[in-house]
């Protein structure tokens, strides 16, 4: 009988927690020289000026649209001469990372090799290398690792899943040999900016400072880009906030929700979306109007400041990230002996805010019930690749001709899209499809497929 066919809550569950394993095994290697001190909060960065940085530098250490009008710019409108260009930006280690994930996964989806496991690897992938911000782990280690599973798929699953357990055993044995002979390790790459801050705030400072700051529009090319491709290749495959979305999703729940309205939460998204340009604009106006009835210079940091109003801010679920990644390091120090429980405790009850635990709670608790609520609901960046998704040539196909609406496609996949897709729905109704590909091997008569018209397969 096939295991996974008649215990799926069961299997779901089983992969879940081994994934976390996995998962809490690696965070015990890594990292496990630092000091408390290693830690540089955002905060303390967005008061530096930017000058003399690299790349790296640059996304390791500042988030642009964090840091001041002075900082990003220095005291006269204009970027500074010696920061990278945007081709510099895409030629870094975060973009090639970038590339790698959404071409594996564009690929694994082109030739149908996906599965819950192939998905939870990703999903990790994403979530630790662009959400932890100092995660680090060796390539011996992270080779282990994926031989171990390599070897518990073939031993567990036999046929079904022998290919995948063949690839892990010898990427594995790659990322081994490579740390063996060159010192090859895997670091994070911070997602600075952030999706949200490379979409809003491109536009801010371009209306604000009259400029074009290089790393929010590699940022946001970078999503944009890989969207064009295929439909919401960054978001399903890159995006660490989707990613924990859909990790979270994956726990064994059973008040799930899948066919929620889309009309009503892609109404909210996009009503954002113009909320976000009609209120800078209107904010802007009054601040220019203000200024000149006390006859102050509207063109001061501290007006300019007070017109560049935002309406993301207090709903930008990336930010939890910089205090995610500060918890992480210090659980590390307590887990490795450096800290106590105690310094752990008020470092964590004084360092970290409360608006976190209650943002990530909600966060978290909405994503058993709902697939990725805050990408349907909330982000810009969902809204725009929504709109991509249209003439994005990669995406899920229904042959229609072939489809006899039985409804397993529906039971598989996690998103509320394949059911209005093979009943022949209009592309603005459609709701987002994340191309996770998990209802790809679901159809008994093979109606779902993934590529571009006349290449499908």
């Known amino acids: ?26 965070l015990l290697d890594a990292q496990t020289t630092n000091d408390s001190a290693s830690y540089l909060p955002t905060d303390s960065v967005a008061s530096a000026t930017v000058t003399n940085v690299d790349v790296d530098d640059v996304y390791t250490h ?41 071409g594996a996964g564009l690929i694994l989806l082109f030739i149908r090799r996906i599965n819950l496991w192939v998905r939870i690897g990703f999903m990790l992938a994403a979530f630790i290398i662009f959400g932890l911000e100092s995660f680090s782990i060796s390539g011996t280690f992270l080779g282990e690792l994926l031989a171990a599973l390599g070897t518990f798929l073939l031993v567990a699953f036999g046929k079904r899943h022998r290919l995948t357990g063949i690839v892990f055993i010898a990427f594995g044995a790659i990322v081994a040999i490579a740390d063996l ?52 290749l960054f978001c399903g495959w890159v995006c660490p906030l989707g990613a924990l979305q859909d990790l979270t999703n994956k726990i064994p729940f059973r008040w799930r929700y899948k066919n929620f309205s889309f009309l009503l939460f892609n109404s909210v998204r996009m009503t954002l979306l113009a909320f976000f340009f009609l209120t800078f604009f209107a904010v802007r106006n009054h601040i220019l109007w203000l200024s000149e009835k006390v006859e102050a ?6 007006w300019i400041g007070f017109s560049s109003f935002n309406i993301y801010e ?31 405790y008020d470092m964590i009850s004084v360092d970290v805010e409360i608006m976190f635990f209650v943002m990530i709670g909600i966060l978290l608790i909405a994503s058993l019930f709902l697939y990725r609520p805050f ?24 042959d229609l001709n072939k489809c006899t609406s039985c409804g397993v496609c529906e039971k598989v996949s996690p998103c509320p899209t394949i059911k209005p897709l093979y009943q022949g729905a209009s592309e603005m109704t459609l709701p987002d499809c994340t191309s996770c590909g998990e209802c790809l091997n679901s159809c008994p008569v093979d109606a779902i497929s993934f590529g571009i018209p006349h290449f499908k397969k």
Not at 63 to 90: H, K, R, S, T
């Open 181 to 232: 002979v060159s010192g090859f390790s895997i670091s994070a790459y911070p997602m600075h900016p952030s999706p949200m801050c490379a979409s809003t705030k491109l536009f801010m400072f371009g209306m604000v400072r009259g400029v074009i700051f290089p790393g929010l529009l590699a940022g946001f090319l970078g999503i944009i880009i890989p969207s064009l491709i295929g439909r919401k």
């Open 375 to 398: 990408c349907y609901s909330i982000c810009p960046i969902g809204a725009v690749t929504w709109l991509l998704e249209k003439i994005a040539p990669f995406r899920v196909r229904v």
């Open 314 to 344: 207090s709903v930008n679920f990336f930010e939890l990230f910089h205090q995610m990644s500060y918890i992480y390091d210090r659980t590390i120090e307590l887990i490795t002996g450096m800290i106590s429980f105690e310094i752990w």
């Open 62 to 102: 500042a988030d642009a649209g964090e840091l001041g009008a002075d900082a990003a710019f220095g005291d006269e409108p204009g970027v500074p001469e010696n920061l990278p260009g945007v081709l510099e930006f895409f030629q870094s280690g975060k973009y090639l990372v970038y590339l790698i994930l959404a």
């Open 1 to 26: 009988m096939n295991r996974e066919k008649n215990h799926p809550e069961k299997l779901r569950l089983c992969l879940f927690v081994l994934g976390l394993s996995l998962f809490a095994f690696g």
């Open 297 to 302: 210079d509207a063109t001061s940091d501290i």
